[in-house]
């Protein structure tokens, strides 16, 4: 249902109304039927873990409390809610949101967004991650009917792809963020970091999709064949795309904007690291 840093995305609706502009106070019935407080409390410790990592792999020497206070910063609840909040209302200026609330709001849109919280949060842990993609693996391996229902469920909102450019554009602007801040080399030029992340793109699909199934398949063993056959007539509907796209358009434009300036506190780190 949501995409971000590290993956997921998956939404939908119902049948569409007539089209009515959504304003910043409007958009409160989605953004409460998604639980969207609840996702960024995860989000949030996502992004924290991820600071962890850019600081093992990128900085010699003790961190100091000039990145703790940038990671923080960058994850801050509240900017999170704010921006996410005003993305999705942008993005679905124009859409009658009555059936999407009618759906996230109903018995099984709801056991739907728990399950997928707490799929996510699950995810936190390395070891159920890892235990889960393999699981996953083995099943699309084997394939059959409820690999079938992944697959169209991925495919109603062109997920994988959504994903793998989500990736690539965090990427690129990440490392623009160290170019602008002076942590690579001067003679790099910006074409450069594109083709290079252009590169990896087979690589970012196949990691990207290994995630996405591990995902589905931890958080949606629960739901019957039904449930998931429901679900994704939900998210083949008009509305359903277009909160799938408002979705992709504001977590792309909030993690781009926080890769770059995790890259210039990153930049920074390294300066003070070197000296």
Not at 9 to 15: R, S, T, Y
Not at 133 to 144: F, M, S
């Amino acid at each position: 249902m949501f995409p971000a840093l590290r993956q997921p995305a998956l939404i939908a609706a119902l049948v569409i109304g007539s089209a009515s502009a959504v304003t910043a106070q409007d958009i409160d019935p989605v953004y409460d039927a998604l639980r969207m407080d609840e996702l960024v409390t995860i989000l949030r410790a996502e992004g924290l873990d991820y600071g962890d990592d850019i600081a093992a792999e990128l900085f010699n020497g003790p961190v100091s409390g000039a990145w703790d206070g940038a990671v923080d910063a960058v994850f801050d609840t509240t900017v999170m809610a704010d921006t996410l909040r005003s993305g999705l209302a942008a993005g679905l200026d124009g859409t009658e949101t009555d059936a999407i609330v009618a759906f996230y709001d109903s018995p099984l849109g709801q056991q739907i967004t728990t399950l997928e919280l707490s799929a996510r949060e699950a995810f936190l842990d390395e070891t159920i991650e890892e235990a889960a993609t393999e699981a996953a693996a083995l099943a699309v391996a084997d394939g059959g009917p409820r690999i079938d229902q992944m697959n169209a469920y991925l495919a109603a909102n062109d997920v994988i792809e959504q994903e793998v450019t989500s990736t690539m554009n965090a990427s690129v602007a990440f490392y623009m963020g160290l170019m602008d801040g002076g942590a690579l080399p001067p003679s790099l030029t910006e074409d450069e970091v594109l083709r290079d992340v252009y590169s990896r793109q087979d690589e970012i699909r196949r990691d990207v999709t290994s995630r996405v199934y591990a995902f589905l398949y931890l958080a949606y063993d629960p739901l019957s064949d039904a449930d998931i056959d429901a679900y994704i007539t939900f998210m083949e509907s008009q509305p359903g795309q277009a909160l799938s796209r408002a979705m992709y358009a504001a977590f792309d434009a909030y993690y781009i904007d926080a890769s770059r300036q995790l890259a210039l506190a990153a930049a920074a780190q390294m300066r003070v690291s070197d000296l």
